[in-house]
Nanobody, 124 residues
């Protein structure tokens, strides 16, 4: 298996929290930038967060900065997205993506492997 696999989506009330997980094979996980993107109905892909391999640098989209945290567990080949203080506008399908060139990009077309996505719904 080369493509990452996401889990952890669901429905939560505004102000609540969720943690998404993304597991990838060791060969592709190593030395890859890991990114999270999301897509809401009738909207384009939006960069959410990214984590470079070579410098352990994190990046966040403006709409989630201060609320979301990306992290990785190299022993488990897993990257996490901790989402706090969720808002209705966070409702979307969340995708995990990998850039084997470790460019630390916010552009979807720089990522060469994508998961199937996991739905996050924030509603009262």
């Amino acid at each position: 298996q080369e493509e990452p696999v996401e889990s952890g989506g669901g429905m939560v009330q505004p102000g609540g929290s969720l943690t998404l997980s993304c597991v990838a094979s060791g060969r592709t996980f190593t030395r890859s930038t890991m990114g999270w993107f999301r897509q809401a109905p009738e909207k384009g892909s939006e960069f959410v967060a990214g984590l470079l391999w070579r410098r352990d640098i994190t990046m966040y989209g403006d709409s989630v900065k201060g609320r979301f945290t990306i992290s990785r567990d190299n022993a488990k080949n897993t990257v996490y997205l901790q989402m706090n203080n969720l808002k209705p506008e966070d409702t979307a399908i969340y995708y995990c993506a990998m850039d084997g060139a470790d460019r630390g990009s916010r552009l979807p077309n720089h990522y060469d492997r994508w998961g199937q996505g996991t739905q996050v719904t924030v509603s009262s």
